[in-house]
């Protein structure tokens, strides 16, 4: 989406709107890295019979009027666990995005799978520069044992068959994307150490609220990798208090202070105005210690990058 489409959009909403609107928006280039659909149609997207979670309808024609309003200028949908290895939704918002280019999202498979190269590199080539990172989770407590079948969750990342990923990843020029508690840095360092050319994104801070204290700054020795990024998303899971959040803001400048501003995105903008206005809100205050120009990276100018995304 261009800058003029943007403005045209935000410039065609109702009166009741703009006032909203022009109190919430930052100037500059708006990425959302961190979003999830579902469907309501679920003859035509059923959640999976693997699935960890059944949540409520985000229907896609939602989001499409939400992110006129807010001049959103483009998203990346993260596969959402619930549909697991069927990734019919995300093709179908590909094709039903509000503008050329407007979507990229990520992808599921069994990180141990032998098929899982082959479908990375088959659901990349169907999708021609939209495909950008394998979601990777791994959030099962410390000391219990990994997963090795049933829902994509929790594998062992020290299983050699992992490294295959990682070379199709390379491969195929994608990122490979973390959903993980701090106690598992110390392994995605040791994969992202051998795998340097690929990109680590690493999301929700690393879950900071989960875990010993002492665990996080494993997480913050990831920055010594020159291709790994932190993102700001799921900003209430590291949270004991109520929105803004304030007691997370400590824990955003430590993980600017390791990844500085070059490395570091937001997601998790929100489904409508209400909670678009919030984010704004919390970001805002998050990193009023650094320039405005720090900021606009973060907003958008890195994602920009980091996912090939055209103005």
Wanted: net charge positive; aromatic share 10%; hydrophobic share 40%.
């Amino acid at each position: 989406m261009t800058r003029t489409y943007t403005r045209r959009a935000v410039l065609g909403q109702s009166l009741a709107v703009l006032p909203a609107l022009a109190a919430a928006r930052p100037k500059g280039t708006l990425v959302d890295t961190h979003i999830h659909i579902f469907s309501p149609d679920l003859k035509r997207f059923p959640y999976h019979a693997n699935a960890v979670y059944r949540p409520p309808a985000r229907p896609l024609e939602g989001y499409l009027e939400f992110v006129k309003q807010a001049g959103i200028d483009h998203t990346v949908i993260v596969h959402a666990e619930p549909y697991q290895d069927d990734h019919r939704l995300l093709e179908h918002c590909f094709r039903h995005e509000p503008s050329p280019g407007f979507f990229k999202g990520t992808c599921l498979f069994d990180p141990i799978a032998p098929d899982t190269p082959a479908r990375m590199e088959a659901i990349t080539r169907s999708n021609p520069g939209r495909i950008v990172a394998l979601r990777i989770h791994e959030t099962h407590e410390r000391g219990t044992p990994s997963s090795t079948s049933g829902a994509i969750r929790d594998r062992d990342l020290r299983d050699p068959r992992i490294k295959n990923v990682w070379r199709k990843a390379r491969e195929l020029k994608l990122a490979i994307q973390f959903h993980f508690i701090p106690c598992y840095a110390p392994q995605i360092y040791d994969l992202a150490a051998e795998f340097q050319d690929v990109p680590v994104i690493l999301d929700h801070l690393g879950r900071p609220g989960q875990g010993a204290p002492e665990e996080y700054p494993g997480v913050l020795r990831l920055a010594k990798l020159p291709r790994t990024y932190i993102k700001l998303c799921a900003v209430s899971s590291a949270s004991k208090q109520k929105f803004p959040y304030r007691d997370v803001k400590p824990i955003v400048r430590r993980a600017f202070d390791a990844f500085g501003p070059d490395r570091f995105i937001w997601g998790g903008l929100g489904m409508d105005m209400k909670a678009f206005e919030q984010s704004v809100t919390m970001f805002e205050e998050f990193f009023d210690f650094t320039s405005e120009g720090n900021r606009a990276k973060i907003r958008g100018l890195n994602a920009m990058k980091l996912y090939g995304f055209r103005n």
